[in-house]
């Protein structure tokens, strides 16, 4: 069972055009008046990612007939990265909090080797040749479960996680940091198309993940 603090006063609970889930909010469900001090089941949801990559080149030349002297030679290098992500959503019965609560995650990542400063944050480069990517925040969200026209809970519970690979940060030639192609904006962007393609693997795993609840 998850320990949560209760929020008072109430945060902001973004409307459901932020998520791409239709009908993560129930309508009124956390007003002041449905949530501080009524007993009820409330539904706990959570999600984050995390993994470690290194850079690959790919060379031509090597597996075929070439004339004396020419050398393999390099046509792209690119990020392997090997990724976890997982959501999670729970009942919590009979229990009393004094609001709704969402929580933003926020992804990381920790660059080492060429191009990058060694065992600092993102913020002063991009993948370099090797590294990390974790969670500084966990995702999550705390709001009174929802029920069908039966009074049963309709909310998805468990736990659905995947572990896959992904290429990302596909550039021509060896890989060079005067090339312009390693930046911290592109890695801004692989990691949306990460978190995209979290969502695709764990559909039907468990609840959906959420892209948009996570910052980069």
Known sequence: MVDIAPVNPAPTIPGEGQYPIAGMWASGSCAPSAVSGVVQDWYYFEEGVLGLYQRME???????????????????????????????GQILSAMTFSACQTVTGKLNWTPSGHCSSPGSPYTASGW???????????????????????????????????NFNMDLNKSPGGYSCSSGWDTAAAVKADMSDMLNECREQLLGAGPDFIPSLIDI
Do not use: H
């Open 58 to 88: 790919q060379y031509e030349g090597c597996s075929k007939p070439r004339q004396i002297g020419q050398e393999p030679y390099v046509t792209t290098n690119y990020i392997d990265a090997r990724v976890k992500c997982y959501a999670t």
């Open 128 to 162: 370099g040749t090797q590294g990390t990517f974790q969670m500084s925040a966990v995702a999550s969200i705390l709001r009174p479960a929802k029920t069908d026209v039966n009074g049963k809970i309709s909310d998805v519970v468990g736990m659905g996680r995947m």
